[in-house]
């Protein structure tokens, strides 16, 4: 069974930083693309970031771009967000899901909630002004 969990959410001021971590257990993890997601309250579960099995292609959203870093370790079966510059509106849960596809070489487009077949529980980013 699929197991993500996330951790390294907090509550940090505008301009600081964070590194979320995504820990793997329950399959190959350095089969599958992996990636970020975060829902603030009131809205729909938005793309943040996401990596190709092999950590050949990254892809962000442009609300997060040049300020996150998407990352995987496949020795240790861990995935990392690094958010540099954070701003209020980047409040959220932030998940950690695994894409459905096995080897997917890359995504055609912004990927989306229903490329990936299993999630975490989430962590809790709040920005403050």
Known sequence: QVQLVESGGGLVQAGDSL??????????????????????????????????????????ADSVKGRFT????NAKNTMYLQMNSLKPEDTAVYYCARDKTLWRQYY???????????????TQVTVSS
């Open 19 to 60: 590194r979320l971590s995504c820990a793997a257990s329950g399959h190959i993890f350095s089969t599958y693309g992996m990636g970020w997601f975060r829902q603030a309250p009131g809205k729909e579960r938005e793309f943040v970031a996401a990596i190709t099995w092999s950590a050949g292609g990254t892809y962000y």
């Open 70 to 73: 998407i990352s995987r370790d």
């Open 108 to 122: 055609s487009g912004t990927p989306l909630t229903s490329d990936f077949g299993s999630w975490g529980q989430g």
